[in-house]
């Protein structure tokens, strides 16, 4: 099967367990579904139906009898492998941060000053956890809600008009017309947000809050992948996201200094988690399936 590559996907699994809505939409709200839209969508692992997963994952020889063995008696089914996959995901977890360390375990060494300063921001004047919740005996940096921050009603307002310049090489700038590069590529499909599932207006460009736990191994940033850096997001809140008509209450512009945003960073990358490395050596420590391609 062929590697994710979108955005949403590469937002990390890590923590999904505790998600009550999935996919920056919130389009589903159960893992054991959520699985079947990276499984079939054409962007992602392309499988052309769900019946073509069922069939290849019953002759494949690594998976013989275990779907069996696991689920009482019931085959690779559309229920039993999204469980399966499911259940992957909900061991994902991934804790004992820095931060966690410094905030839920009086280790009052576990950060750095740059970075406790950043949380004073994040909870304080620059009021992040208005959205990406952070308590006293939780913290999991989301509120499980959609919100509209601006960065999709850019995307869409994005103009097609005029030229770009665009770095080939250090220094090497080429000036590229926008419209035949639009053109020539694949239309961009619709960004609109929690609308396309409600097709509420008032729900145009809303997007779920991720949470923030390994946040400094997952760039680019936003559902759109449209922002490179942490600090490019935080100087982007800073500017006060991008207004439009259903722009978010608590996005506006922050007066945050450089060292403040130094500082934010600084905390975010806090929030990485001590048992990262295991996780992922124990992802690629078992080849199993399909691993031809
Ligand atoms: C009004 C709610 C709200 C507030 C306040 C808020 N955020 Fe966000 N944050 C969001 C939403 C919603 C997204 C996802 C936007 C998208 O995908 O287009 C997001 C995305 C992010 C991301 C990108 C995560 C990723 O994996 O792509 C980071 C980092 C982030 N916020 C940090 C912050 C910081 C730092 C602050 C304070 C300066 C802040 N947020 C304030 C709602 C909020």
Known sequence: MNSCTEKRWRASAHNVAYQTQLFHDGRENSLENQ???????KNEMANPSIGFVIDKLKHLPDYRGRFERTFGGSPPTV????????????????????FD??????QSDALSGSAERGYRLFTGAARCN???????????????????????????????????????????YLE??????????????????????????????????????????TAPYMHDGSLPT?????????????PNEGLDPMIRPLGLTE???????????????????????????????????
């Open 35 to 41: 699985v079947w839209g990276p499984l079939l969508a």
């Open 79 to 98: 229920e039993t492998i999204g469980m399966a996959l499911a259940s992957y995901e909900r061991v994902l977890l991934s804790g004992a941060s820095a």
């Open 101 to 106: 360390r410094w905030r839920y375990g009086n």
């Open 130 to 172: 208005g959205c990406h919740t952070v308590g006293d005996d939780h913290a999991l940096f989301t509120d499980h809600r959609l919100h509209n921050t601006g960065v999709g009603y850019a995307a869409s307002m994005r103009d097609n008009s005029g030229v770009r310049k665009v770095l080939v090489a250090p220094g090497v």
């Open 176 to 217: 590229i017309n926008r419209q035949a590069v639009a053109d020539a590529s694949e239309p961009r499909p619709n960004d609109l947000g929690r609308y396309e599932i409600t097709q509420d207006p008032a729900d145009r460009w809303q997007y779920k809050t991720p949470g923030l736990r390994n946040v400094a191994l």
């Open 230 to 242: 942490l600090r490019d997001v935080v100087r982007f809140y800073n500017r006060g996201g991008v």
């Open 259 to 293: 060292t403040d945003v130094d500082d934010l960073v600084a905390f975010l990358e806090s929030l990485t988690g001590g048992n990262v490395d295991v996780l992922v050596s124990d992802a690629f420590a078992a080849p199993i399936g399909d691993t031809g391609d």
